[in-house]
């Protein structure tokens, strides 16, 4: 069985994807871009003033040369960017303003992918959540009928080729029946990005009406408006997590399900049992988590946790590298 990241390697190489890295003096980041570029993975875009991400760059031990280096203090085309900027925020900003928000490198970064400079950004290395996720969503925006952006996790186990998806463990805290089957949705589109023919479960402390409660009713809400927003979309709730991911589990509390037994796609009711569930089963279960992988957005942005080593980095940008291709070919 072929690795999660050579199926994600082999789509994205040679395909010349360009990704913002606003944080260009970090040697994480550094170290990551240089191995993308080598391998011809993407074509970094480094955001910092030249000489100093030059250095940086040596210092890891690459070539400064060789990468696009971008200091938005000194941006040749920085009236056009303005002009563009204003026009987005209309009436939300002064030209003054504006200037000054441009000078913010995650802004930058994200109007350089907004204007088609770029075909995506990857930020968050030593900027906090909201400073990636808040321009994204002022600037490039949801997509058409996604009200809100969402977090998912890409849970991965080399040593049995599994490969599930969950969501949402990042942004919404507790989002209502109509933003849960919007999750859902958008994961098993984000799914099909990974190879992964997706079966969703709608996460529960109940399974086919085993618990009442209207924490129970808004999962069974969210499942009938997902099944309206796709019809096509193999999905089940409300399941507990054995009924959706062990099938002997499954028979006794969801018999005849297509889903339950065999889910790979799992939307958890709220952010706090998502955060402890893909928590859980890194720690325990022995899956690497990887994301938190954003999705809703016309173009990608991911956001890194400031944690993040170097791998990290590297494999959260295939990733976007990985969206962006999938965006383009479906524009």
């Known amino acids: ?48 003033r030249t000489e100093q991400v030059k250095q940086q760059l040596a210092a890891v031990g690459f070539n400064g040369d060789v990468f696009t280096i971008i200091d938005p203090a000194t941006y040749e085309q920085m009236d056009d960017m303005l002009k563009v900027f204003l026009e987005i925020r209309k009436g939300k900003t002064t030209e003054l303003e504006a200037k000054k928000t441009l000078r913010d490198v995650n802004y930058f970064g994200v109007m350089l992918v907004q204007m088609g400079l770029a075909d995506g950004m990857v930020s968050g290395a030593i900027h906090s959540t909201a ?7 002022q600037i490039i925006k949801t997509k058409p009928g996604v009200s809100r952006t969402s977090g998912i996790f890409i849970m991965n186990r080399e040593s049995t080729s599994e490969k599930l998806l969950f969501g949402d463990c990042a942004i919404n805290i507790n989002p209502s029946a109509q933003e849960l089957a919007e999750i859902a949705v958008n994961t098993a589109e984000t799914a099909k990005i990974f190879d992964i023919d997706p079966n969703v479960a709608m996460l529960s402390f109940s399974s086919k009406g085993s618990g009442k409660s209207p924490d129970v009713d808004k999962v069974v809400e969210a499942t009938r408006l997902a099944k309206e927003l796709n019809p096509n979309l193999r999905i ?29 796609v799992f939307i958890f009711p709220d952010l706090q049992s998502g955060n402890i569930g893909y928590k859980i089963a890194e720690r325990l279960g022995m899956f690497e988590a990887i994301g938190p992988i954003l999705q809703g957005l016309n173009k990608p942005v991911n956001d890194l946790s400031r944690g993040s080593n170097d791998e990290d980095i590297y494999k959260l940008a295939i990733i976007t590298a990985a969206q962006a291709l999938d965006s383009k070919t479906n524009d």
């Open 1 to 48: 069985m072929r690795s999660l990241f050579d199926i994600l390697k082999e789509k994205v190489s040679g395909k010349n994807i360009k990704l913002v890295f606003p944080e260009g003096t970090d040697p994480r980041v550094l170290t990551a871009a240089g191995r993308l570029k080598i391998e011809r993975l993407a074509d970094p875009i480094i955001l910092g």
């Open 131 to 137: 400073d990636t996720v808040r321009p994204a969503l």
């Open 236 to 264: 089940d709730g409300e399941l507990q997590f054995d009924a959706a991911y062990v099938p002997a589990a499954a028979k006794i509390k969801a018999p005849g399900s297509k889903v339950a037994g065999y889910a790979n």
